[in-house]
Antibody, heavy 122, light 107 residues
Framework: EVQLVESGGGLVQPGGSLRVSCAASGFSFSNYGINWVRQAPGEGLEWLSYISTSGEYIYYADSVRGRFTLSRDNAKNSLFLQMNSLRAEDTAVYYC???????????????WGQGTMVTVSS | AIQLTQSPSSLSASVGDTVTITCRASQGISSALAWYQQKPGKAPKLLIYDGSSLESGVPSRFSGSGSGTDFTLTISSLQPEDFATYYCQQFYNYPNTFGQGTKLEIK
């Protein structure tokens, strides 16, 4: 089964750090670019970051640039989002999502994980 | 960043109805638009990509159209499982952006 599974969410204090992971299975992970998208409670979807197949190209939303770092380990079929200087407004469900194969860095997201909740609160 | 405006924000309809949701981009995005369905507590599900291409496994009652700045998602003969929130997304460039969502409720 093709799937993405996030882990590592939890409760963290403002200013703290957290690393969430995304584990892939059922497909050739190294052939796909992967995105992170978050959703604050009761709110819409917000794109956060993209990493290319080899990790050569990484893009961030302005809201997280300089605080979040995205990386991947193709040997372990895994993706990591390191989140630093966390704020209350970072509270959300964090999803990893596979970009469809297009031959470019752009495309729709065809496979999503179930999400992991990150709560930033004192 | 390209802004996407969906309308309406919410919609009430009955089983069997046909509904249309629109998504307008703040600048031309060719056909680089996708539509997703999200049910409470679940991840979004891809329905339509490249403006009008139906994702594999998605029922044919879902259809998308448009290019440039104006796009529509049409759901024909609504089924009970179609009541959900729908989002458009542009992948013309980074940062990708999403519309604010349209909540489809049962009348």
């Amino acid at each position: 089964e093709v799937q993405l599974v996030e882990s590592g969410g939890g409760l963290v204090q403002p200013g703290g750090s957290l690393r969430v992971s995304c584990a892939a299975s059922g497909f050739s992970f190294s052939n796909y670019g992967i995105n992170w998208v978050r959703q604050a409670p009761g709110e819409g979807l917000e794109w956060l970051s993209y990493i290319s197949t080899s990790g050569e190209y990484i893009y961030y939303a302005d809201s997280v640039r300089g605080r979040f770092t995205l990386s991947r380990d193709n040997a372990k079929n895994s993706l990591f989002l390191q989140m630093n200087s966390l704020r209350a407004e970072d509270t959300a469900v964090y999803y990893c999502a596979r970009k469809v194969l297009t031959g470019t860095a752009l495309g729709a997201f065809d496979i999503w994980g179930q999400g992991t909740m990150v709560t930033v609160s004192s | 960043a390209i802004q996407l405006t969906q309308s309406p924000s919410s919609l009430s309809a009955s089983v069997g109805d046909t509904v249309t949701i629109t998504c307008r981009a703040s600048q031309g995005i060719s056909s680089a638009l996708a539509w997703y369905q999200q049910k409470p507590g679940k991840a979004p599900k891809l329905l339509i990509y490249d403006g009008s291409s139906l994702e594999s496994g998605v029922p044919s009652r879902f259809s998308g159209s448009g290019s440039g700045t104006d796009f529509t998602l049409t759901i024909s003969s609504l089924q009970p499982e179609d009541f959900a929130t729908y989002y458009c997304q542009q992948f013309y460039n980074y940062p990708n952006t999403f519309g604010q969502g349209t909540k489809l409720e049962i009348k």
